[in-house]
């Protein structure tokens, strides 16, 4: 890994742009980040300096949603995402780092397909009732999908869309049940070398911009539009996504 000018022009704005989402936006495009370092960095290397910035933007943002979480959905991620960070562990061992990096390259460019068929009414998540079998496996879709690429978001989002839980509710119930699914991946991480000195040092670096990104998403989670912030966001994972898959599929 390079510290050189190219690599801090990525991260810089990457890590920013995943604390506001993290802070402000229900983690919904956090895991941008993750595609974009892998323009410049092996996929490995970006998922292992991520998550440590991703638990100190967690830090940042539990105490301002403290007790604001939808508690049953909460439980229900909870006790799904663990499963489904143990299913990602196991399956990382299989995947060659050209398979990774297609995946984080599908994960975001299916991200946008999902966001867009919400957007254009193809695909209508309508709250109603749903039943605990419902949460417990969007918890192992996210927590899996969580540990192979920082992307647990989305099946998060079906469950809670689905659900109707309101937009703070949502915002605390995210914070809480990705703050609990980065310290359960900490450990696997470690244990399969995806940590290394250099994703440490780089992340040491970054963490005050990591605390800056959620400060700021915490502020605006009010203040600016929703749909201002995520236009933005899909079309930095459409451009990611495509060139991830590109270099993978070459």
Known sequence: MQFDAMFFALAIPAVIFA??????????????????LALAIPPGMALGMMLPLLMVMDAATLRPYWKRWDTEASRLLILGGIPGVLLGALVWRSVPPEALKLLIGAVALGFVAFQMARRFGLLVLK??????????VAGVAAGFTSF?????????????????VAKTPYQATTVLVFTVINIVKFVPFLFL???TAQTALASLMLAPVAVLGAWLGVRAHRLIPERAFFAVTYVLLTLTGSKLVWDALA
């Open 148 to 164: 192979v690429s920082h992307a647990g978001g989305p099946p998060a989002a079906v469950y809670l869309l689905t659900k109707g």
């Open 127 to 136: 709250p109603r009732p749903v039943g605990r079998a419902f949460g417990l």
């Open 19 to 36: 604390g506001i989402s993290k802070g402000g936006f229900a983690s919904g495009a956090a895991f941008a980040a993750t595609p974009i």
């Open 193 to 195: 070398g995806i940590f």
